[in-house]
């Protein structure tokens, strides 16, 4: 049992360029989710699902595209990366919908130059 | 505007002594408060929760209170061990979705 998984854990990518971070979990969880942790601040909502096929936005979402094609997959897509998508990424989820506890990957670091 | 904070952005104790950590919370319809810790290069994990209904909740090692006059919440950590190193958070849920995390207080735990 693996938990969430998360991948790559770092990646440094140029202004513009494209990327997706891969997320999956093993607990046959409903709802997953996507952060972003900047130094200094908490926790910030990008998207979130509530179960296979469905996507929804969350706090911060702009920049971010979001597909749960599997229950056990939720992709991040950054599209045209910007400096300000320099972050650590993580992933979580959890059977139930907040405050339901939340279950978070190891996170994905990714700097964009 | 709605905001979670910590008083102290460190805190150093010695190993085996009883830990405080704080945090204020502004939005006084919030419902559910959340402890997290993290540690280095690893992703959140859940420590203990509590609702607005309550105003103390026991773990292993662990307690929460929750005191909603002052709108503050504590994590208390008894006989803290080198393993409690780490980044601790409070979390609170104003409903739904909307989870406001605050950026943490780093517990360093001197042997």
Known sequence: NAGVTQTPKFRVLKTGQSMTLLCAQDMNHEYMYWYRQDPGMGLRLIHYSVGEGTTAKGEVPDGYNVSRLKKQNFLLGLESAAPSQTSVYFCASSWGQPPNEQYFGPGTRLTVT | ?111
């Open chain 2, 1 to 111: 505007g709605e905001s979670v904070g910590l008083h102290l952005p460190t805190l150093s104790v010695q190993e085996g002594d009883n830990s405080i950590i704080n945090c204020a919370y502004s939005n006084s319809a919030s419902d559910y408060f959340i402890w997290y810790k993290q540690e280095s290069g690893k992703g959140p994990q859940f420590i203990i929760d509590i609702r607005s209904n309550m105003d103390k909740r026991q773990g292993q090692r662990v307690t929460v209170l929750l005191n909603k006059t002052v709108k503050h919440l504590s994590l208390q950590i008894a006989a803290t061990q080198p393993g409690d190193s780490a980044v601790y958070f409070c979390a609170e849920n104003t409903g739904g979705f909307k989870t406001i995390f605050g950026a943490g207080t780093r517990l360093f735990v001197k042997a």
